[in-house]
């Protein structure tokens, strides 16, 4: 158990829409990052926010963005899905990010059909 | 730009029997080290971490890694596995003063009975 909850844990959807993941830190845990798993590989740095603010990118289009919120919730927005956004997308999270130790959620699996 | 090479994609084994699974990465600064487990359905969870100090490092649930320097290497063993280790394995890199995790491909341990 890693205090950190996502939901939706499934969802499909269809090529052009838009997707809202959600996740829920433990408290305290100021710093989340969100990372795209493609089945049968690691998972992949999507970014990083730290006290509501974005703090580090990966490879990833301007349409994948994300908001933290001051409850220790936070979102990632995927707009116009394509066929390879198909992937697990973790939330982590950390209360000391120097250590490097984060704590994952379970993922919400994402099926663009 | 920090890489993570994990050697084998598949390592089946035998209960109670040793297993080794091998993590070479590439970086040209000072580098956090990591191992992280995957069961099914699940989001990652943290089995050991190198951050500095002595380069034999313990996890949870009877994992060790070794730090080499000189090989650019984190092998991650285990004396004696048992059915419920049976689950993917990824091992991360992150630089020293960075906010990113870069994850191996994986390894998919199978324990038979």
């Known amino acids: 158990e890693t205090g950190v909850t996502q939901s939706p844990t499934h969802l499909i959807k269809t090529r052009g829409q838009q997707v809202t993941l959600r996740c829920s830190s433990q408290?305290?845990?100021?710093?989340v990052s969100w990372y795209q798993q493609a089945l049968g590989q690691g998972p992949q740095f999507i970014f990083q926010?730290?006290?509501?603010?974005?703090?580090g990118r990966g490879n990833f289009p301007p349409r994948f963005s994300g908001l933290q919120f001051p409850n220790y919730s936070s979102e990632l927005n995927v707009n116009a899905l394509e066929l390879d956004d198909s992937a697990l997308y973790l939330c982590?999270?950390?209360?000391?990010?120097?250590?490097?130790?984060?704590?994952f959620g379970e993922g919400s699996r994402l099926t663009v059909l | 730009a920090q890489s993570v090479t994990q050697l084998d994609s598949q390592v089946p084994v035998f209960e109670e029997a040793p297993v080794e699974l091998r993590c070479n990465y590439s970086?040209?600064?000072?580098?956090?080290l990591f191992w992280y487990v995957q069961y099914p359905n699940q989001g990652l969870q943290l089995l050991l971490k190198?951050?500095?100090?002595?380069?034999l490092v313990k996890g949870i649930n009877g994992f060790e890694a070794e730090f080499n320097k000189s090989q650019t290497s984190f092998h991650l063993r285990k004396p004696s596995v048992h059915i419920s280790d049976t689950a993917e394995y990824f091992c991360?890199?992150?630089?020293?003063?960075?906010?990113?995790?870069?994850f191996g491909g994986g390894t998919r341990v199978l324990v038979k009975p």
């Open positions: 408290s305290g845990h100021n710093t």
């Open positions: 190198y951050l500095s100090g002595s380069t």
């Open positions: 982590a999270s950390t209360f000391n990010s120097d250590t490097g130790e984060l704590f």
């Open positions: 991360a890199v992150r630089r020293a003063a960075g906010n990113k995790l870069t």
């Open positions: 970086s040209s600064v000072s580098v956090y």
């Open positions: 926010y730290y006290r509501e603010e974005e703090n």
